[in-house]
Nanobody
Framework: QVLLVESGGGLVQAGGSLRLSCAAS????????MGWFRQAPGKEREFVGS????????YYADSVKGRFTISRDNAKNTVYLQMNSLKPEDTAVYYC????????????????WGQGTQVTVSS
């Protein structure tokens, strides 16, 4: 099992940037693919991006492609989500998630979740 804790959320103006972090417990972090998801009020939790355990490949939702970047530091048991050119529609609670195997893009494929961190983008 892996425990995940997100941090770095906050209030930012449109066009600004934030970097979210997700710290994982355990000594086997490097074997997990990591995903970022978000959930806005009244909406389903949606895929934002994911990264292989080896950081070789990343995947992004079309809505964030070119603006968001996922990276990881396996030595620090941490995955990051760099968010640039933020828009009001990016406002949501952001969650990181972990799974063994490939970094799939659906929430149902991830058994481990953090508690989430709020990101609010003002216009």
């Amino acid at each position: 099992q892996v425990l995940l804790v997100e941090s770095g959320g906050g209030l930012v103006q449109a066009g600004g940037s934030l970097r979210l972090s997700c710290a994982a417990s355990g000594r086997t972090f490097s074997v997990y693919a990591m995903g970022w998801f978000r959930q806005a009020p009244g909406k389903e939790r949606e895929f934002v991006g994911s990264i292989w355990s080896s950081s070789i490949t990343t995947y992004y939702a079309d809505s964030v492609k070119g603006r968001f970047t996922i990276s990881r530091d396996n030595a620090k048991n941490t995955v990051y989500l760099q968010m640039n050119s933020l828009k009001p529609e990016d406002t949501a609670v952001y969650y990181c998630a972990a799974r063994r195997g490939s970094p799939l893009t659906t929430k149902y494929d991830y058994p481990y979740w953090g508690q989430g961190t709020q990101v609010t983008v003002s216009s």
